[in-house]
Each structure stands twice: as structure tokens, then as C-alpha cells.
T-cell receptor
């Protein structure tokens, strides 16, 4: 089954404790992206990747890192999480460019205390 | 500065009638637009898209209209069904530039029985 998976689905952590949210897709997609969804703000792009070893900042990259060492995986790293990073995070992938239909993962709800 | 605006946070429509969701944008350089639908506790799913060289795209019950001079697009759902109750996001892309995707804040559509 074609899908985008994210782990964990739910996470409660404390300020400053490094964490990684994994994202994996099995569709051989080149384009992958991370978004956060906040009440009243919709979906905002954090980082995206056009291909392996190619990553670019989205609209809200501060406080986040990503890597794209393999085509299928695009982890989101929070080196020192802060409470303002409490949010719902979505990973997405598409065939090549972002203009193609993106497939979204189920979301990761992160709470930073 | 919000580049993609969905000014109606929510909309209620009678089942069987037409639902019209609106989206305005500020950057005339956007050249591709997409609509996504999101149910609670799920990731967004792609609905329909339109290139800036077109003014209409239709897919079953869903039609997207683009008015470039007004920098406005709308999604029409006819006839509206109970399963259409969801949050709808419009998104815009600058192709051949930075490939960022800008989403609106979303509109919650309620289909009334």
C-alpha cells in the first residue's frame, strides 16, 4: 500500500531535549516536505527536499533541521525543542515537484512542556 | 504577510446544494494552485489543482475556478454531500523558482442534513 508513515504519532517532551520525528514513504517520490499545523494559521511549510541530499527552507524553518540521506526517509530534528514548537506536524511526499499531488502522513502531535 | 488567504473560517451548506469555498492570493507570480481536504485526525488529501494558464478545472463534483486578474480562486462542490464536511485548504506554488508551497489557513465546511 502506497503510504507516508510518521513516528511517533504522539509525543510529549520537555524543553531542550533533542527529538527526531521520522518520515518514510514507499512511493519512490523525489519531493518530500514537512509542515506544521496550528490553530488559525493553517499549514506552514518548515522544510522541503527536492531529492537526496537537497534540502531547502520553507516558511518557518527556525528551530528545525532535516536531512535527506536516502530517498525514502526525511526525518525532522528538533535540536532544542521549545514550547512554541508544540504543534501538529505533517510529512508529505510527491512524485517530483510540489505541484504534483502530495501524499500526507497521518500527523505527529508534539507537546513541548 | 499572508500570501494565500481563506477569509471564511467556516461555512455551512445544506446537503444537496452547492458549496463554494474561496481563496485569495497576493502574489501574481503564483502559477499553480491546489485544494486539499482534511478530516480530523488525518493528514490532508489532495482534491483538485489548476495551472495558472487555465481558468477552470473540473473533476466530478469538484470544480476549481481561477480568476487571475482578481487573484482569486474558488472551489465549487455540487451537490454537497455529508462526507464533504471537512477543512479545506488552498495552496499556491511558485514553480521554477523556489518550489515553496504556501497554504491558506483553511475553511471548515459543514454539510447540514
Amino acid at each position: 500500500e502506497a503510504q507516508v508513515t510518521q513516528n511517533p504519532r504522539y509525543l510529549i517532551t520537555v524543553t531542550g531535549k533533542k527529538l527526531t520525528v521520522t518520515c518514510s514513504q514507499n512511493m519512490n517520490h523525489e519531493y518530500m516536505s514537512w509542515y506544521r499545523q496550528d490553530p488559525g494559521l493553517g499549514l506552514r511549510q518548515i522544510y522541503y527536499s527536492m531529492n537526496v541530499e537537497v534540502t531547502d527552507k520553507g516558511d518557518v524553518p527556525e528551530g528545525y533541521k532535516v536531512s535527506r540521506k536516502e530517498k525514502r526517509n526525511f526525518p525532522l530534528i528538533l535540536e532544542s525543542p521549545s514550547p512554541n514548537q508544540t504543534s501538529l506536524y505533517f510529512c508529505a511526499s510527491s512524485e517530483d515537484r510540489g505541484d504534483n499531488e502530495q501524499f500526507f502522513g497521518p500527523g505527529t502531535r508534539l507537546t513541548v512542556l | 504577510d499572508q500570501q494565500v488567504k481563506q477569509n471564511s473560517p467556516s461555512l455551512s451548506v445544506q446537503e444537496g446544494r452547492i458549496s463554494i469555498l474561496n481563496c485569495d492570493y497576493t502574489n501574481s507570480m503564483f502559477d499553480y494552485f491546489l485544494w486539499y481536504k482534511k478530516y480530523p485526525a488525518e493528514g490532508p488529501t489532495f482534491l483538485i489543482s489548476i495551472s495558472s494558464i487555465k481558468d477552470k478545472n473540473e473533476d466530478g463534483r469538484f470544480t476549481v475556478f481561477l480568476n487571475k486578474s482578481a487573484k482569486h480562486l474558488s472551489l465549487h462542490i455540487v451537490p454537497s454531500q455529508p462526507g464533504d464536511s471537512a477543512v479545506y485548504f488552498c495552496a499556491a506554488i511558485l514553480m521554477n523558482r523556489d518550489d515553496k508551497i504556501i497554504f491558506g489557513k483553511g475553511t471548515r465546511l459543514h454539510i447540514l442534513p
